[in-house]
């Protein structure tokens, strides 16, 4: 399993970015995935999850309305557009996959990327 | 949404000793609840799933346990490859899902 994220950079507070994550190692069409974000020095944040085919989405209160999770099941990819960026957005952002728990039946976070760095600042 | 809680925020130990890290959950998650391991630089690390099974190729020495909305991640002898930051992580139901804010094991 492999997950590459990438588009992370430098933008202005108020602007716009986009985020992809490229899997590989895995049946990507089959498995919900998630995003994960963590301030410099600080904790991970549960962000955003789309279900395997897109119909389900979900979002933390602080980026909705503002940033929108999709997925290219063709092309294996994952994106997540983040628009009204605030300096309170500046994070690594990762992308993470989840497996169903056969305990419980839910969906686990099992396999992270390394995330990519985005950084809100004037 | 659930608040995770986790509890200490630091925790200093030896090597070869005991620790025991906790985390409440505000709500009951049933036994949806995970723990994950992070070293600087480095993504987070799956160690249990189901509050209490642990993930593929994670030793023994870790183990977990609860249910409803107190939790316990058990290290039973620290090797030095052990001191790193442990979050804990509810996914019960639909999402949000949520992180306890970590608890920093460091060497004693």
């Known amino acids: 399993v492999m997950l590459l994220e990438s588009g992370g950079g430098l933008v202005q507070p108020g602007g716009s970015l986009r985020l992809s994550c490229e899997a590989s190692?895995?049946?990507?069409?089959?498995?919900?995935m998630t995003w994960v974000r963590q301030a410099p020095g600080k904790g991970l944040e549960w962000v955003a999850n789309?279900?395997?085919?897109?119909?389900?989405?979900y979002y933390v209160d602080s980026v909705k309305g503002r940033f929108t999770i999709s997925r290219d099941n063709a092309r294996d990819s994952l994106y997540l557009q983040m628009h009204s960026l605030r300096a309170e957005d500046t994070a690594l952002y990762f992308c993470?996959?989840?497996?169903?728990?056969?305990?419980?039946?839910?969906?686990?976070?099992?396999?992270w990327g390394q995330g990519t760095l985005v950084l809100v600042s004037s | 949404e659930i608040v995770m809680t986790q509890s200490p925020a630091t925790l200093s130990v030896s090597p070869g000793e005991r620790a025991t890290l906790s985390c409440r959950a505000s709500?009951?998650?049933?036994?949806?609840l995970a723990w994950y391991q992070q070293k600087p630089g480095q993504p987070p690390r799956l160690l249990i799933y189901?509050?209490?099974t642990r993930a593929a190729g994670v030793p023994g020495r870790f183990s977990g346990s609860g249910s409803g909305t107190h939790f316990t991640l058990t290290i039973s002898s620290l090797q030095s490859e052990d001191f790193a930051v442990y979050y804990c992580?509810?996914?019960?139901?639909?999402?949000?899902?949520?992180f306890g804010q970590g608890t920093e094991v460091e060497i004693k």
């Open positions: 709500q009951s998650v049933s036994s949806s």
């Open positions: 789309i279900r395997y085919d897109g119909n389900e989405i």
């Open positions: 993470a996959r989840e497996d169903v728990d056969m305990v419980t039946s839910e969906r686990v976070i099992d396999y």
């Open positions: 189901a509050a209490s």
């Open positions: 992580y509810q996914y019960n139901q639909r999402p949000p899902h949520t």
């Open positions: 190692g895995f049946t990507f069409r089959s498995y919900s």
